[in-house]
């Protein structure tokens, strides 16, 4: 067999014109880089475009509103921790007035109090000292 | 001004116009250089290289962009092989083999096949490795082929005809095993 058998369409002895043919299209399917864009096709990075865009509008977008929401989440958690501040605030002024009543109050009993107390005479001239049982003491304001 | 007089005129400024031109051009320019040293990896590097070249070009205006790309990429080309006659090559696909999700077998037999298609065609003249780059890279037509060749399309289906008989015989001289 010649090496370029034109009636059986093979070349070369073994290979033919449609195996070349096959063999250099693998071949460069492999060779060609990927990264290589194909002029005048859409190619994969303007496949992509659509993703982008879709990024570029609509998740941020989405960002916008989870940000809205962590906006309205956070007011609220200040909102509440305000109010929870303004009860303790009013209880500690309660418990500050009923206190200061208190002290108001124990200031306007005579040092004695309600305590039993009792004259002792002490000595032969007759000084009495009087005994109490005991004297509540309040802070001077 | 039309978009590509204004690419010709100032390059620096014109990043979006170099952008589109590589989209256009980068595959054409790929298959020359392809055809000029048969290295796929070293082809887009030339190819890479000379976009970049063009990004940083400040002196005069280019006049041909197209032809400008083909000659800085041809000169690093020239300068790369230069270098390299005097270094040593490492394994190409060496870093598939690690992870284990390719076969390394099948990595190895498919660079063996690779590797001799490759200097097969550079054993071509190089009309006739240009005329098979430009059909099977760029899936260009006869009409396309002989626009830039200079020739008619029957021409160019003989001379593509011619390069796969050619090429077949030198890949079966070299002892290629076709499956």
């Known amino acids: 067999m010649s090496s370029s058998d034109k009636g059986g369409g093979r070349v070369a002895g073994q290979l033919s014109d449609q195996q070349m043919d096959l063999l250099l299209r693998d071949f460069f399917a492999c060779e060609v880089p990927g990264a290589l864009p194909v002029a005048g096709r859409v190619v994969p990075q303007l496949r992509r475009y659509p993703e982008v865009s879709e990024r570029a509008v609509v998740r941020p977008a989405a960002v916008i509103r989870s940000a809205r929401l962590v906006a309205a989440l956070a007011l609220a958690a200040l909102a509440l921790c305000a109010l929870l501040l303004n009860r303790d605030a009013e209880r500690v002024a309660t418990v500050a007035a009923k206190a200061k009543a208190a002290a108001e109050e124990t200031m306007l009993v005579s040092p004695q109090g309600s305590a039993g107390s009792r004259q002792v005479p002490v000595g032969a001239d007759g000084l009495l000292l009087q005994e109490t049982d005991q004297i509540q003491l309040a802070p001077q304001r | ?179």
């Open chain 2, 1 to 179: 001004m039309t978009s590509s007089e204004s690419a010709l005129a100032g390059v620096p400024a014109r990043s979006e116009e170099i952008a589109c031109f590589y989209r256009e051009n980068s595959r054409e320019l790929w298959a020359i250089f392809y055809s000029m040293c048969s290295d796929p990896e070293r082809a887009h590097d030339a190819v890479q290289e000379a976009f970049v070249r063009l990004y940083d070009h400040q002196g005069e205006p280019v006049r041909d962009l197209r032809a400008w790309l083909l000659r800085v990429g041809q000169n690093w080309l020239r300068d790369v092989a230069r270098r390299k006659s005097s270094g040593c090559s490492l394994l190409p696909g060496l870093d598939e083999f690690t992870g284990g999700a390719v076969d390394p077998r099948a990595t190895a037999e498919l660079h063996e096949r690779q590797q001799q298609i490759r200097s097969a065609l550079a054993e071509l003249n190089e009309d006739d490795r240009r005329v098979l780059v430009m059909k099977y890279s760029m899936d260009w037509s006869a009409a396309q082929m002989g626009a830039v060749m200079n020739c008619t399309a029957a021409a160019i289906d003989m001379r593509l005809s011619r390069a796969r008989r050619r090429l077949a015989e030198i890949l079966l001289e070299q002892g290629y095993q076709h499956e």
